[in-house]
């Protein structure tokens, strides 16, 4: 899970930092950190520019334009996609004692959870320009109504597809558990 990451990146990136200086900042799995690094620029999280061969990334404190939003949508729902083909050709997500998830499963949840944690990120911050007036409310009613329906398909994919009561069960109370957990500090 590399959305772990995300309060601290945005935490340091209040001025311009380099990677390697982020990564030494936070520490941690240098991968990952430059993973979210790179989906926090998709999401318009953060601003990028080339410092000689290297980047640099700084906090972006302003709206969203319309085309940054559509972009990023895009990214969102071809990841989507990817999902929805695993889903398909996953028959089973259950070890045989119904109990725990295979590993394969697992990973498929761990990359679902991360995109619908990233999708709740830009409600979050929507809400919040929102009450501080850099967005418009008929915007914000838009781009949340999509967001929310995106994250929707995905669940609903799932439950849909592995309908055995403990595996539906199973998956409901893996993403319950990470939601209590969820809170982020943008």
Same mark, same amino acid.
């Given at each position: 899970m590399t959305t772990i990451y995300d309060?601290?990146?945005?935490?340091?990136?209040?001025?311009?930092?380099?990677?390697?200086?982020?990564?030494?900042?936070?520490?941690?799995?240098?991968?990952? *950190?430059?993973? !979210?690094? #790179?989906? =926090? +620029?998709e999401m318009n999280y953060l601003e990028t520019k080339p410092d000689k061969n290297k980047s640099v990334y700084k906090?972006?404190?302003?709206?969203q334009s319309e085309y940054d939003f559509?972009?990023?949508?895009?990214?969102?729902?071809?990841?989507?996609?990817?999902?929805?083909?695993?889903?398909?050709?996953?028959p089973r997500i259950m070890m045989?004692?119904? *109990?725990?998830? !295979?590993? #394969?499963? =697992? +990973?498929?949840?761990?990359?679902?959870?991360?995109?619908?944690?990233?999708?709740?990120?830009?409600?979050?911050?929507?809400?919040?320009?929102?009450?501080?007036s850099i967005i418009s409310h008929s915007i914000v009613i838009e781009r949340k109504e999509r967001l929310e329906k995106y994250i929707k398909k995905i669940m609903n994919f799932i439950l849909n597809r592995y309908k055995e009561k403990k595996t539906v069960t199973a998956i409901q109370e893996y993403f319950q558990k990470y939601i209590e957990k969820f809170e982020i500090k943008i």
């Open positions: 309060d601290k990146i945005l935490q340091v990136t209040s001025n311009w930092r380099f990677t390697n200086d982020i990564v030494r900042k936070i520490g941690g799995d240098k991968s990952a *950190i430059i993973y !979210r690094l #790179k989906r =926090l +620029e906090k972006m404190n302003k709206a559509l972009k990023m949508m895009e990214v969102f729902e071809t990841n989507q996609k990817t999902e929805l083909n695993v889903i398909k050709q996953m045989n004692d119904g *109990i725990h998830f !295979r590993k #394969k499963g =697992l +990973e498929l949840l761990e990359h679902i959870q991360e995109e619908v944690v990233s999708a709740y990120m830009i409600i979050i911050r929507l809400n919040n320009q929102e009450k501080s």
